[in-house]
């Protein structure tokens, strides 16, 4: 293995990895791996930001393919031990027993800016528009933090940030439904620890769940509980479709995976939970007794929570001067569109992709991964990124035959026949959920 250069914005021009969460952690430590300068920049003041938002959650991929192989490389010299391979940690114990002491490694540690936003990305003196030399500038990157806002140059872009922060809309045409962000307030996103911290938001009162994948039936799971040790609490399940997915069963490779869709169906069957079909939110209302949700001349309400499992999307908007090759409708690159389109593939599998498939002809040496790269695709597991960052790190070193072997095996969902659309958090696919 070799040794990392010594990072110094002044001397030498790094690698930028946006996004201290598991797949950027995982890319400073191929890049360390491989010698190169790397700089991690993360907008949170502590790193899996987005991981500690659910960690109540359990995932339901086991710890083997939770860790990267060169962030173990890091973590042996320092004690760390590694967790049962086939045990099944929460958000929080992902963070606290492996992402945690990552950050904290000496060679994660040096590269690591927390509190550094990344506003915006371009290349050096030349916006999109501009031809002359442009594959030969370094790019460029405005960072807002603690002591202001400043330029970094870099020699390749590698954006891990995630689509925690950018949730779907409820309105069923893209758009947020018409008073959907008046009403923010009672439409939380994401996955409520309605068992514990966000317990009292719930219990007793009538909360909407907006959405068929994953995500939404794990809160679905955790509010039947709720309906059994709390008196006076409703449930209504909307999806925009026919229903839920609930999932392979025992044909589906990730036992826990298929717990989850089991848990939900069975809780579709029960007093104080009500699904609701083919309902596309157009409009939120609200009146004295709560939040009331439109569709046509159709409406659920009154509610006290409405919690948005809708999914989520790619913010491009920092990329906004970079040529980006994207598919029109997936927004991944082209080249990975075809593997992952939910509009195609119905059966949970990803064919083995890294640096290839990811690469922006126009611009060469930026690179988006992790969840995503996936764009508005669903079913991302952490295995998919560690792969995806050990292909990338390997064609920046300039290891064409590294960078194109690409070893990945996903497990099966079991599902395969109508495209469903969910995306998976875990790692985020976190491995855990899907929304």
């Keep these: 293995m070799s040794t ?90 992902w963070v606290t027993e492996y992402l945690q002491p990552l950050a904290e490694t000496p060679a994660i540690a040096h590269a690591l800016r927390l509190s550094t936003r990344v506003v915006a990305v371009s290349r050096e003196r030349a916006d999109r528009l501009a031809d002359t030399d442009r594959d030969r500038r370094p790019f460029v990157l405005h960072l807002r933090g603690p002591g ?49 911290a966000d317990r009292t938001a719930h219990a007793g009162r009538r909360t909407a769940i907006v959405g068929s994948g994953h995500s939404a039936q794990q809160v679905i799971g955790d509010l039947a509980r709720l309906v059994d040790e709390e008196p006076g609490t409703e449930v209504v399940w909307v999806t925009r479709g026919d229903g839920p997915a609930f999932g392979g069963g025992s044909a589906d490779q990730l036992p826990a995976r298929a717990a989850v869709g089991e848990t939900a169906q069975a809780a579709v069957d029960r007093p104080g939970i009500d699904l609701v079909t083919r309902f596309p939110t157009d409009a939120v209302t609200r009146d004295e007794q709560g939040v009331v949700l439109h569709a046509g001349d159709r409406s659920i309400g009154p509610l006290d929570v409405v919690v948005r499992a809708t999914g989520f999307r790619p913010e491009l908007r920092l990329l906004a001067e970079l040529r980006l090759d994207l598919h029109p409708s997936v927004e991944s690159t082209r080249a990975l569109a075809p593997l992952i389109d939910p509009n195609v593939h119905s059966c949970g599998t990803v064919p083995p992709h890294g640096a290839a498939e990811l690469a922006h002809p126009d611009e060469p040496d930026l690179y988006v991964v992790g969840m995503k790269s996936y764009g508005r695709a669903p079913t991302f597991l952490a295995r998919t990124g560690y792969e995806q960052v050990r292909s990338v790190a390997a064609a920046l070193a300039g290891d064409a035959e590294s960078a194109q072997r690409i070893d990945l095996e996903l497990p099966e969902t079991g599902v395969c026949g109508a495209p469903t659309p969910t995306a998976e958090l875990a790692t985020i696919g976190t491995g855990c959920c899907e929304t």
Excluded: C, K, Q, Y
């Design 4 to 93: 990392a250069h010594t990072f110094d914005t002044d001397t030498e021009t790094p690698v930028a990895v946006l996004g201290a969460g598991p797949v950027g952690l995982a890319a400073t430590a191929h890049l360390h791996a491989r010698g190169l300068p790397v700089v991690l920049l993360e907008a949170g003041d502590r790193v899996a930001t987005a991981v500690r938002e659910w960690a109540h959650v359990r995932l339901f991929s086991p710890w083997a393919m939770l860790v990267d192989p060169a962030a173990r490389e890091l973590l042996a010299p320092t004690g760390w031990r590694e967790p049962d391979p086939e045990g099944l940690p929460t958000g929080g114990e």
């Design 148 to 196: 202001g806002e400043r330029r970094l140059r870099a020699r390749a872009v590698i954006d891990a940030t995630g689509t925690w922060f950018s949730p779907n809309p409820l309105g069923a045409d893209g758009l947020p439904a018409l008073g959907e962000e008046a009403e923010g307030d009672r439409i939380p996103s994401g996955m409520p620890d309605v068992l514990g």
